[in-house]
């Protein structure tokens, strides 16, 4: 079953719409007070998100959050952000930075997938053989690719056999947003120490507004402008009726799909082309973008109000994700999470620390320290951790983290498939691990062959 066959009560989904509300104001007045919140820069979603998790059903039971319905909202939210994405003006060249960054995203997810599966493997082979060796690929997709890609993907193989898949993925996620704050900032405060800084030499580079969160001492910052008349409908309102037109088509592309899958005998898949819903609307996004842009109509579209629109649907998304974790879940897997999580980020620091040093002409810190914060939270995680040594975004690291996002989301998709591929081809079986896994090597090879080809052209030229 997928999160659009779910039957939901209207009374259950506003009541959840207002706790998550009231968990992102309950953050919001938390991170305001408490130094600890702000020593380490923990976003409102996910201290919101954590005193959903407190009060739900899970611990306290005072609210009745349910988790399936809580990962509903996640698997919606995902598309929604990922049809903003598409919609938003993009860049018409990229330069060696963003290159050059998609390569190491790409990089740290096969690394971590790598990773967590050789954790699996040694589990399967020593301790537990019907241990569900999948887990190891929720990694990539709980640390780099974000909880509503961890969650539905985690779904979708819950028929496969894992159990509480999509909360496993939850998990994931917030450990690497934990990752991300905690060890992010020790990094950023030891590097501002020791001079790696280029804008920041040793000083505190954060004001009051940005450590609490409340604008009071610098002047507030401009949400976006109004493309339409308000008398004739409300600007923000229009943008959203897009969005939501773009996820429209997306289901009944979908859903026109699975239907002649299903005709031609192909129907066991249909489940695994709704976990990419994403993909289909980003790219039904971008087509009309470009559609509107070659008719000279996307001046309707505001990229500020766009953003907006996106900071809202990942902000309830993270707070869902964090207040859906199964306690129970944990408690089952608590050893191989850990270890899984612990290899993946010690991997992901070595492999960006190196890299970013060899990869870059310039801001090598700044660049680092953002795609750390990006390859174990999200793209949100690292401008925050970029923000604290560039506080006027003047180096291009900010820039780089956005646009190679997005080319590594292209070249990546490979990725995706041979995350499914011991699933949807081999039946779930440990051959099809082993056989993902060698793929993975080669595909990292390939992509290390390309990125050093591409480096040779541009030193020659």
């Not at 039904?284 to 559609?291: D, E, F, N, S």
């Not at 199964?326 to 620091?349: D, E, H, N, R």
């Not at 990725?415 to 060698?438: D, E, K, Q, R």
Request: net charge positive.
């Amino acid at each position: 079953m997928t999160p659009w066959d779910m039957s939901l009560n209207l009374k259950d989904v506003v009541l959840d719409f207002t706790f998550l509300s009231l968990f992102l104001i309950a953050g919001t007045i938390l991170r305001r007070y408490i130094p600890f919140f702000q020593r380490f820069l923990i976003p409102n979603n996910i201290i919101g998100g954590f005193i959903g998790l407190i009060l739900g059903s899970q611990i306290l039971k005072i609210i009745p959050l349910d988790g399936d319905r809580l990962g509903m909202y996640v698997y919606h939210l995902l598309a929604l952000t990922f049809i903003i994405l598409g919609l938003r003006q993009s860049k018409t060249s990229f330069g060696k930075g963003p290159v050059s960054k998609a390569f190491i995203e790409l990089t740290c997810y096969i690394t971590q997938a790598m990773a967590g599966l050789l954790v699996a493997f040694t589990v399967i082979y020593f301790f537990n053989p019907d241990f569900f060796a999948g887990i190891g690929f929720l990694v990539p997709l709980g640390f780099g690719m974000g909880p509503g890609i961890a969650y539905t993907m985690g779904h979708s193989w819950e028929k496969a056999g894992l159990v509480n898949g999509g909360m496993i993925g939850l998990t994931f996620a917030v450990i690497g947003f934990l990752i991300a704050y905690i060890v992010g900032i020790s990094l950023v405060n030891r590097g501002i120490r020791k001079g790696e800084t280029t804008l920041i030499k040793g000083k505190e580079s954060l004001n009051r507004d940005i450590r609490t969160g409340i604008v009071k001492e610098n002047s507030p910052g401009v949400a976006g402008f109004l493309t339409l008349s308000p008398e004739a409908i409300e600007p923000m309102a229009f943008q959203v009726g897009l969005i939501g037109s773009i996820y429209l088509l997306t289901y009944l592309a979908i859903r026109g799909i699975t239907l002649m899958m299903e005709s031609g005998g192909l129907g066991e898949f249909s489940d695994t082309l709704w976990s990419f819903h994403f993909v289909i609307g980003l790219l039904l996004a971008v087509g009309i973008r470009k559609i509107l842009d070659l008719t000279k109509k996307s001046y309707v579209i505001d990229k500020g109000l766009m953003n907006r629109a996106s900071g809202v649907s990942v902000d309830y998304l993270i707070t869902g994700s964090v207040a859906a974790i199964s306690i129970t879940v944990i408690g089952q897997y608590w050893l191989p999470i850990l270890l899984m999580s612990g290899i993946a980020a010690l991997a992901t620091f070595l492999i960006i620390r190196w890299t970013s040093k060899r990869a870059f002409d310039d801001y090598h810190f700044e660049r680092f320290i953002g795609i750390f914060g990006e390859m174990t939270g999200t793209i949100n995680s690292g401008l925050v951790l970029i923000r604290i040594t560039d506080p006027e975004f003047e180096s291009p690291a900010a820039e780089d983290l956005a646009y190679g996002g997005g080319i590594a989301l292209f070249l990546g998709f490979p990725l995706l498939i041979l995350l499914n591929l011991p699933i949807v081809f081999f039946n779930n079986s440990i051959t099809g691990y082993w056989i993902a896994f060698g793929a993975m090597i080669v595909y990292l090879l390939l992509l290390l062959i390309v990125w050093r080809l591409i480096g040779y052209i541009r030193y020659k030229k």
